[in-house]
């Protein structure tokens, strides 16, 4: 299966954060449409969640100023030392704020967890997960395949349902039920300003509490300063604020290049319908990174990360198609980070430019040899699933031939991809 790319910038016109502020005021059932799937995530309809019947109904701001807070409280994890913030740091552009592959949670902080922590910037007009989508500007009749969901398998269909999956995993926050998290909540030193937001009583009906606890992490992360401020030095030039320099200009001239980067097929970098790039269209795909050996469930040979067909999302587990499939990131912040793809196998820039450039010619670089010697190719990706494997340029090369790109080329795209990092003062 080959994987088609496609771009999601505004779908219907109307951000997620004038969303949630529509449903603030109203209380009635508007929200994200419900995945045309079922998700490995809380089962609440868009409808049942917005329309909950709060003694008192927060305004945005309040929400925001609630939400600020539950996210960097650490009283709601069974450690009592794991906020959201531990590996959302604010810092590092709502990422990890260190090079490991995975982060260790749990109840004392040790059980290492499967996957690298993704960013939450940029994530505000991320549509629900389904299997089917057609881009509205091209042609609707072609199937470009899954689309949307947060997470590196797209199972939580919104920022409320994003939130409560480290609350509720055993390696992260590690709280056994949402009534567990509501228990803890009461003992937060958050909980008078939890009450003043939605009633005085907001605390005693754990499932009220349970959705107001999302509700407001949830609005908070739509918060534009916080989570897309849109500071970058490429928004300045898109802007015409300011200039890039000669190596940058290389670097987005060859990221565009559909015969050599070839990144803005899937990590889209022009603005369309009005709106500034989030540099990812939502996809799926497979691209086969190396195994990591520093993931611990990786020290069993039979276990594999399959993406949206498990071990963490269940509900399409029996469609081989979508084995080794994972969600595009966003490339905002990326040099950010200290950990790349969704198992965190490579710590530099550089090193992922060249994994897309010398995958298929030079695979002895990146993967194990066998006892005589041969590359084991694809090692992490189980062979019955290979056709999954994405062939679009860059990785249209065979062994012998030349790479896609060169180290020069290679170091004037980091130089580009470095302008995407927000902050930045023309």
């Given amino acids: ?32 449409r419900e995945s045309s799937v079922a998700a490995a995530a809380p089962a609440v309809s868009s409808a049942s969640f ?40 604010p810092a590092h552009a709502y990422g990890p ?29 991320v549509p629900p997960f389904s299997e089917h989508f057609s881009d509205t500007d091209g042609d609707d009749s072609v199937d470009q ?6 997470g590196w398998d797209g199972r939580a269909s919104s920022a409320h349902e994003q939130a409560a999956l480290p609350l509720l995993s055993p390696f992260e ?49 739509q918060s534009p300063a916080d989570f897309y401020p849109y500071n970058s030095k490429y928004d300045a030039w898109l802007r ?26 899937c990590h889209p970098s022009a603005i369309k319908r009005g709106v500034f790039p989030a540099f990812t269209d939502h ?11 520093a993931i611990a469930a990786n020290a069993d040979p039979a276990f594999h990360d399959l993406g949206l067909c498990g071990p963490l999302r269940t509900d399409l587990s029996a469609r081989s198609e979508y084995c080794g499939l994972f969600k595009t990131p966003s490339l905002r912040n990326v040099a950010l980070r200290g950990a790349f793809f969704h198992n965190g196998v490579f710590h530099r820039l550089e090193d992922v430019l060249s994994f897309y450039a010398r995958r298929d010619t030079h695979p002895g670089s990146f993967y194990p040899r066998d006892r005589r010697g041969r590359v084991r190719a694809f090692d992490d990706l189980p062979e019955a699933y290979r056709a999954n494997l994405n062939v679009d ?31 930045y003062a023309p």
Wanted: hydrophobic share 40%.
């Fill in 283 to 293: 996809g799926f795909i497979a691209i086969g990174v190396p195994r990591n050996a």
């Fill in 240 to 265: 015409r604020q300011a200039e890039l320099t000669t190596a940058e200009q290389r670097g987005l001239a060859l990221f565009n290049d559909t015969a050599k980067g070839n990144c803005a097929q």
């Fill in 1 to 32: 299966m080959q994987r088609r790319c496609f771009f999601s910038a505004h779908r219907g016109g109307i951000g997620a954060f004038a969303l949630l502020i529509a449903c603030v005021a109203t209380m009635t059932g508007c929200g994200p």
């Fill in 97 to 125: 704020p260190n090079d490991l592959p995975v982060q260790r949670g749990g109840p004392e902080l040790t059980q290492p967890g499967l996957r690298a922590v993704p960013s939450l910037r940029y994530q505000q007009n």
């Fill in 173 to 221: 926050m590690a709280n056994a039920d949402p009534a567990a998290v509501v228990a803890r909540l009461r003992l937060s030193p958050n909980a008078p300003r939890f009450n003043e937001a939605f009633g005085a009583h907001a605390l005693a009906d754990a499932d009220l509490a349970w959705k107001g606890l999302l509700w407001a992490l949830e609005v908070f992360q």
């Fill in 393 to 423: 340029a860059p990785f249209d090369r065979h062994r012998g031939q030349p790479p896609a790109l060169s180290n020069a080329e290679i170091a004037d795209m980091v130089a580009f991809l470095k302008t995407l990092t927000d902050g």
């Fill in 145 to 150: 395949g899954p689309t949307g969901g947060r």
């Fill in 50 to 89: 917005y329309a909950s019947p709060f003694e008192r109904r927060p305004n945005a701001a309040e929400l925001t100023a609630l939400g600020r807070a539950l996210f960097s409280d650490a009283t709601l994890s069974a450690s009592g030392k794991m906020a959201c913030a531990s590996c959302h740091d």
